[in-house]
């Protein structure tokens, strides 16, 4: 359409412009070649047209024109002129231009192969247009030329060999263009070339041997050019290297030859599977002022040799498998940026590393590191962030660290220190993370804390804190506070109220009493607020109603009275409401029956009365209801005649229910039916004695092998019994726990399943636990083993060690960083692992509950679907199996499933297809930043379409594999995908096999770039 619009433009210019624009009489042939030009241009700019006069003898007055002093042109700039069309041949009629500047305009189709003419070009210019094809390789005859540009461009095939056999070229620029094939072995033969870059296309192959050959480069990037192999400087001359970035390619190891180019200033090889050790050599590298080794898998200890670095600045070695302690040498650097995180670092930091003065972000997170924290930290006083969480530090943290004003980020999570929170962190207003949960602290929170105005997270969870709560006089921007199981006492401050912006809060598990503030009604972003388990009493103020956005609110376990407010209705998008154990009366909220996505609600162990409206026992989206242990007179459900209660609940009896006399006929029916009854009941005696004894015999005989095994016996003693500090999960369906049962036997995950006191809950367990051991594929649990009690059974499974695919995308922080490739395999394994039970199974067998919570993942990613506590055995016969309980989890639930009972292969396509949504956007399926009462298909269709960039729903984290344009075009195609897989309509979905076909399609093309 732009184009016949363009072209319309044209035919209206040429109709209308001046004569003299087309009349060539007179002048000369550089203007003549120059109006022929413009008329392969379908857009021209105004000040163009009246500039280039044709009645001129030359044209060197026109815009975009220069001439030497004999009035030829040398030199045409029209960058940025927002020029539509192409180049046409007459571009070799310009045969004494030395300068041609096309760039930044919207110029098309191929790169004219007469532009070879121009011999006497020293700078090509024709970056950032839509040039496409192949790039010319008459470009070889332009010996003059000293600058190529041709960047951001759709240019594809091979790179010529021509062009390396230009003697003057010093800069190449083909970046973000869709170039293939190998990079040509001439390549050192541009001798005097100075900058390279091919970054983000599709070359392969290694770089040649012949780039040592290169010694007057100073930049050299490669970054997602999709080269592989060694890095070729094992010999040659690479003295005058300068800047070498590798980043985000395919390489062997570091060649330690790398040491040999002594002028190297900067050098980045990151997210290149780099292995090996660092060279000792690349401590020659004297005028390196930027080392970036980050996401590899390099091993081995750092060199201290690096301390003859001098003027590194920056040394990032962070996300690989190094190992041993780290080098006090590196004390004598005057780094700005140390990044040791994710390795296996062990011992205690050296004194010297304390001592750099210079240091501004010191980020050692995520390895064995001990030791305490000396006086000299204090010293510091440029450090901004300050990052030591999940280590072994111990220790009391020095009490003037704040006096350092530099610092925003403070995060000691998950270590062993002790004493008090130093006081004044917030002095210079800069802090913007203050995490320090899992410590053994004491004494109280600073109550400076509260006077942050950059503070936006406060994580202060089970370290053993006393005293009372701060009050929050300037903290804005606070979003996030954790202050769990802690031993706080005293009332809320009202001063919470300040905390305009904030999502979450939890104060659970600490001694909090008083009254509720109302001013909690004040706080409109709140998504989360948890009180649990505190003594915090009265009514709960109505004005909480006015939290609107509350997703989760836990108030259990306290001495609340009162009724339940009405006014609790406005959180009309929550999730979870546990108002139990308390002391509330009155009668059961209706209003809760108008919260569409509730899924957890409890309000047992209360002094609740009346009756239980039938539709809060039949509101599909919930998971848990708990009323019970309420009311002095037993509670029932209100549903009239002829209704089942459900859940366990007794029917309310009304004076109508009651028997008003029987008719005869009635009588003599009863007669017969209580003679036919015992009759059942004598045959039914002897067939359930029949059945008794065989059920006896093979429940005794699954205890007879299993319960006395020496692998049971291991699991109890790893496991101290079934001990409480060894849970890792809960569930729906079970406690899962972690057994680790030494170098030979492994590590397992125990779950633990309860029967109550039905004898067939068991004997029906035993059946599905042989079911499911049949099942056999790489992409699902095995089952280990099994042992039945008689209250409760135990299934033992292998331990995954990355946890699930909710763990990594959603909970672990930092965020693990997941290359598209990664997502795309476990997408891959986790569709064959469906497949399987749809299609391989006999009876095919429906999982019912697939979410990434349910997807773990191997030391490799590779994904494990679990949780077969609610899966169903298809009847071949059947489509569907009928249930008369909610299946799934909200969120994942198929549409057809919300309204009926229907189990089915399309809900697992559904539920799938969020799977797939959430890993290419990181989002959960119901995400607090979506609006409200809209989950991530909502979310997705509503903000993305195929004319929309697909930047909008992608993650941030996978925007870097996006300049790739055939991954821009995969992404496409899986998000595609994921939305079939989430149609409405059941049978607008693809089966699961379809979905493998398509993303082995989709994968296949990953591999064979990754060869």
């Known amino acids: 359409m732009r184009m016949r619009v363009d072209l319309i433009y044209l035919s209206v210019v040429a109709c209308f412009l001046p004569s003299p624009f087309y009349s060539v009489s007179g002048l000369n042939s550089d203007g003549q070649t120059l109006l022929s030009l413009s008329r392969h241009w379908i857009s021209i700019p105004s000040s163009l047209v009246s500039s280039w006069n044709a009645s001129e003898a030359n044209p060197c007055s026109w815009v975009g024109v220069f001439c030497d002093h004999n009035k030829l042109l040398v030199s045409l700039d029209l960058s940025s002129f927002k020029i539509s069309g192409e180049i046409g041949p007459e571009i070799s009629g310009l045969t004494h231009l030395k300068s041609l500047n096309l760039s930044s305009n919207h110029i098309f189709g191929l790169i004219p192969s007469q532009i070879g003419n121009c011999s006497l070009l020293q700078h090509l210019d024709l970056s950032l247009n839509i040039l496409n094809g192949k790039i010319p390789d008459s470009l070889g005859n332009l010996l003059s030329l000293r600058r190529l540009s041709l960047f951001n461009n759709s240019l594809n095939g091979s790179l010529p060999e021509s062009i390396f056999h230009i003697p003057s070229l010093k800069s190449l620029r083909l970046s973000f263009n869709q170039l293939t094939g190998l990079i040509p072995s001439n390549l050192g033969n541009a001798s005097m070339l100075q900058e ?9 192959g290694s770089l040649p041997d012949s780039l040592n050959n290169l010694s007057n480069l100073v930049y050299l990037d490669v970054h997602s050019a ?3 192999g060694r890095i070729p400087l094992g010999h040659g001359d690479c003295r005058d290297l300068i800047y070498l970035d590798l980043s985000f390619n395919h390489f062997f190891g570091l060649p330690p030859e790398l040491g040999n180019c002594s002028n190297l200033q900067q050098f980045a090889v990151v997210k290149c599977r780099l292995t090996g050790p660092i060279p000792s050599s690349f401590g020659q590298l004297t005028k390196m002022t930027l080392l970036y080794l980050s996401i590899n898998q390099l091993s081995g200890k750092i060199p201290p040799e690096l301390h003859n670095c001098t003027s590194l600045s920056d040394l990032q070695l962070d996300q690989n498998q190094l190992e041993g302690s780290i080098p006090s040498e590196l004390g004598m650097l005057k780094l700005t940026s140390l990044f040791l995180f994710d390795n296996y670092l062990s011992g205690e930091v050296p004194m010297s590393i304390w001592k750099i003065e210079t240091l501004e972000n010191l980020l050692i997170y995520g390895n064995s590191l001990f030791g305490e924290l000396p006086i000299e930290v204090t010293r510091m006083k440029h450090l901004r962030e300050f990052t030591l969480f999940d280590n072994h530090f111990s220790g009391i943290i020095p009490q003037s660290l704040g006096i350092n004003s530099s610092l925003t980020k403070i995060d000691f999570y998950n270590n062993s220190f002790t004493g008090r929170i130093p006081p004044n962190l917030c002095f210079g207003k800069q802090l913007e993370r203050l995490i320090l949960g899992f410590n053994p602290l004491e004494g109280s929170i600073p109550s400076d804390v509260g006077n942050c105005p950059s503070l936006e997270r406060l994580i202060l969870d089970n370290s053993n804190l006393t005293g009372v709560l701060p009050e929050f006089v300037d903290s804005p921007n606070l979003l996030f506070m954790n202050l769990k199981n802690n031993w706080l006492t005293g009332e809320i401050p009202a001063s919470f109220a300040k905390l305009a912006n904030i999502t979450e809060i939890n104060l659970s598990m600490n001694r909090l009493s008083g009254l509720l503030p109302q001013e ?7 998504q989360v607020l948890n009180l649990s388990r505190n003594a915090l009493e009265g009514p709960l103020p109505s004005q909480l109603g006015n939290c609107s956005r509350l997703l989760k609110f836990d108030a259990s376990h306290n001495l609340f009275n009162g009724s339940i407010p009405t006014d609790l209705r406005s959180m009309s998008g929550l999730l979870t409401l546990d108002l139990s154990e308390n002391h509330f009366s009155g009668n059961i909220p209706t209003f809760v029956t108008e919260f569409q ?12 009365g009346g009756t239980i409206p039938s539709s809060i026992v039949g509101l599909k989206t919930l998971g848990t209801l708990n009323i019970s242990s309420n009311g002095l007179t037993g509670l029932c459900v209100d549903c009239g005649l002829n209704c089942d209660a459900g859940r366990n609940f007794t029917r309310c009896t009304h004076s109508s229910d009651k028997q008003r006399g029987l008719t005869k006929f009635q009588t003599a029916m009863v007669a017969l039916g209580t003679s036919a009854l015992m009759f059942a009941v004598v045959i039914g005696l002897g067939f359930m004695l029949q059945c008794r004894k065989r059920e006896k015999h093979d429940i005794e005989e ?7 095994g020496s692998l049971f016996h291991k699991v109890m003693v790893a496991t101290e019994d079934l001990n409480d500090k060894y849970i890792i999960g809960r569930g729906a369906h079970g406690t899962v726990y972690k057994a680790s049962l030494g170098p030979i036997d492994g590590v397992y995950a125990v779950k633990k399943l309860m029967f109550g006191a039905s004898k067939e809950g068991s004997t029906s367990m035993v059946r599905e636990i042989e079911t499911v051991g049949k099942v056999r594929h790489r992409n699902l649990v095995k089952l280990e ?16 060690h990355n946890g699930s695919l909710h763990d990594i995308l959603h909970e672990v922080y930092p965020p693990p960083f997941l290359d598209w490739s990664i997502r795309c395999n476990i997408a891959l394994g986790t569709a064959h692992g469906l497949a399987y039970l749809h299609f391989d199974c006999d009876p095919a067998i429906v999982h019912c509950d697939i979410k990434p919570m349910n997807i773990l993942l191997d030391a490799d990613l590779e994904p494990h679907i679990s949780d077969f506590g609610i899966a169903k055995l298809l009847d071949q016969s059947s489509a569907a199996l009928m249930s008369g309980t909610l299946c799934g989890t909200i969120g994942y639930i198929a549409p057809e499933n919300a309204f009926t009972s229907t189990k089915s292969m399309e809900s697992d396509v559904y539920s799938y297809g969020i799977v797939l949504l959430e890993l290419i956007t990181r989002k959960k399926a119901v995400d607090p930043s979506f609006a409200d009462g809209m989950d991530i298909v909502r979310w997705v269709r509503s903000v993305w379409s195929e004319k929309v960039e697909v930047e909008v729903v992608v993650d941030a984290g996978l925007y870097d594999d996006l300049y790739d344009s055939c991954v821009m075009e995969q992404v496409m195609e899986v998000l595609q995908l994921a939305l079939r897989c989430t149609e409405t309509e059941a049978s607008r979905r693809p089966s699961m096999r379809e979905v493998v076909k398509e993303l082995e399609d989709v994968y296949s093309a990953i591999s064979s770039k990754l060869k």
């Open 196 to 204: 390279l870059y091919i970054d983000n296309n599709q070359f392969t």
């Open 702 to 708: 699954i205890y007879d092998d299993k319960e006395d």
């Open 226 to 228: 999709g080269v592989e």
């Open 597 to 608: 996505a509730l899924i957890d609600l409890r309000l047992g162990g209360n002094s609740l």
């Open 520 to 526: 909690l009604g004040n706080l409109l972003q709140l």
């Open 785 to 800: 083993d099994f042992w039945m009690r008689k209250d409760y059974g135990l299934i033992l499974y292998r331990y995954m």
